[in-house]
């Protein structure tokens, strides 16, 4: 495989400026192997001003030029082959086929932000023509529309090699804005990033996009440099509370505060209702436990809490989902630190008096064995905060409510997450708008009669929360809106026609939809 070399990416070139040298590791083995340099502060500097640099001819391109970019980008990484996905399996321990579904999605979601940027909806563009006549005071020509923001610092996930990493959602919906790029790779698959930064770089010479349009730096200490650097506009961020947090922090106490967007924590509650467990009981049994081990439980959409109501139905359930769990294979995580912090999320719970833990063998060795837990739901009501806290692996906790308030109490005492389902057969389900109701409020996503392990790359989807589950719930990290994330409005007052962005002129030289005096339409003015 070419473009091996573990130098930076700064302003369309390779640089190795520092002697800390970094090395990818074998899931498997432990091995170390591919050798990369940490980026110094000056490289982070040049590869942020490298972004602002970029921005000024990057954001002024037609949309459909960004398109042209995004595509490029998608058929570069179609284009790697089987190489490259086994290199990406050998740093996470990940499946052949799960790897070429995800590298379908990372190349699809580029597509689709290409099929927006064409669309041209996503400006907003919004008139209200002058109103010379209007009494008792004329109305100026006004009109807006939304820009992107500026360079976007992108942090990658652990879990999601290509899908939320180097060009995942996040970098995707930022190149779509208008945002030049700077991405920190992550750690845990450093050579898979290399790659994937190389065809984004191929891509963006093959489109004679400007120099610095996308940067990418190597490092575990080069985070807060990033974040801080005033070049840098906005952050997205996909990993644990503790790192979204930290972000957060820093980027709130620059002497210019910067939204950082960030994924960060959930548990995913699924509510079985009890005709369901009545009527198919065993499927659920069947389908929630492989959704809880699925990818050795390493989604962010994992279901971590499983609430029920009181019933010689339910505690049956229980028991065949621990026999269920019981019976699953040991399988290998992501790397030693996600084995480890799952571990010691485990342990945590096996030492809580109110837990009791109903399936699971001893963690040992280097493979995730998957538990099932129980706890009292006074626990969740009284604020345990153990309840609350993700564990990134093969595990889940079940809650007993003892009736249908109860139920909805323990929903009420949950924290923000990006998803939660509903189980159940057509008539309890229509007696459930005040579950419903609650749910809204708490989560992103709510599903019915489905499981939250798998999350689709389109126009509907939201891949969000309230905190903790992010740290902004007006946004999404998947999905066409997740451009909004990047884009700022800009009103234009009494403006030449020249001077308008594209989607603004009279002429509306693209065919547009616009909100012109209240009304959308796609003609000229």
């Known amino acids: 495989m070419s473009d091996s070399s573990g130098h930076n990416f700064i302003a369309g070139r390779r640089s190795a400026a520092g002697s800390v040298i970094l090395h990818s590791v074998d899931a498997r083995t432990g091995h170390a192997f591919s050798a990369f340099h940490q980026a110094t502060p000056q490289e982070v500097d040049a590869a942020c001003l490298a972004a602002a640099s970029a921005y000024p001819a990057y954001r002024g391109l037609p949309a459909a030029r960004r398109a042209e970019f995004l595509d490029a980008i998608a058929d570069e990484l179609d284009a790697l082959g089987d190489d490259f996905i086994a290199l990406i399996g050998r740093e996470t321990a990940l499946p052949a086929a799960r790897l070429q579904g995800e590298r379908a999605r990372t190349s699809g979601q580029m597509r689709l932000f290409a099929a927006t940027l064409r669309r041209g909806d996503f400006q907003g563009a919004r008139i209200d023509q002058a109103l010379a ?93 990033l974040v801080k650097h005033p070049a840098i506009q906005a952050v997205g961020f996909t990993g644990s509370l503790r790192g979204g947090r930290a972000l957060c922090d820093m980027a709130a106490a620059r002497p210019q505060p910067i939204p950082v967007f960030a994924e960060m924590s959930s548990i995913n509650p699924v509510i079985i209702l009890p005709e369901a467990l009545e009527v198919r009981g065993d499927d659920i049994v069947r389908e929630l436990s492989a959704s809880v081990v699925q990818g050795v439980g390493q989604f962010c959409t994992n279901p971590g809490l499983v609430i029920g109501l009181r019933s010689p139905a339910f505690d049956g359930f229980i028991q065949r989902l621990a026999d269920a769990m019981a019976d699953q294979p040991t399988q290998t995580m992501l790397n030693a630190g996600t084995l480890r912090s799952y571990q010691q999320g485990c342990a945590a719970l096996l030492k809580h008096s109110g837990v009791r833990h109903l399936a699971g063998q001893a963690q040992e060795g280097s493979q995730a064995q998957a538990q099932l837990f129980q706890a009292d739901a006074s626990l969740l009501l009284d604020g345990d905060v153990l309840l609350q806290e993700e564990i990134f692996g093969p595990a889940t906790i079940v809650i007993e409510a003892a009736d249908m308030p109860q139920l909805l109490q323990c929903l009420h005492a949950l924290q923000g997450q990006l998803t939660a389902t509903l189980i159940g057969e057509a008539d309890e389900l229509g007696r459930c708008a005040e579950v419903v109701e609650v749910l809204e409020r708490k989560v992103g996503r709510i599903l019915i009669n489905g499981y939250p392990t798998g999350v689709e790359v389109c126009e509907a989807m939201v891949h969000g929360g309230p905190y903790p589950a992010t740290s902004d719930a007006r946004g999404t990290s998947v999905g066409t809106l997740a451009i909004d994330r990047f884009l700022r409005p800009v009103c234009y007052q009494n403006f030449p026609d020249a001077l308008l962005p594209d989607a603004l002129k009279n002429s509306n030289p693209l065919g547009l939809t616009r909100l012109v005096d209240g009304q959308l339409t796609e003609k000229t003015l």
């Open 133 to 225: 006549q209007r009494t008792p005071l004329p109305r100026v020509d006004l009109r807006q529309c939304r820009l992107g923001v500026g360079p976007v610092a992108v942090f990658g996930a652990s879990n999601f090699p290509l899908a939320f990493s180097t060009a995942g959602g996040d970098t995707a919906a930022a190149l779509a804005a208008g945002c030049p790029v700077v991405f920190k790779a992550h750690s845990g698959h450093m050579a898979t990033a290399e790659q994937v930064a190389a065809a984004i770089i191929r891509a963006a010479e093959k489109t004679a996009m400007p120099v610095g349009v996308f940067n990418m730096i190597f490092g575990g200490g080069v985070g807060e440099a």
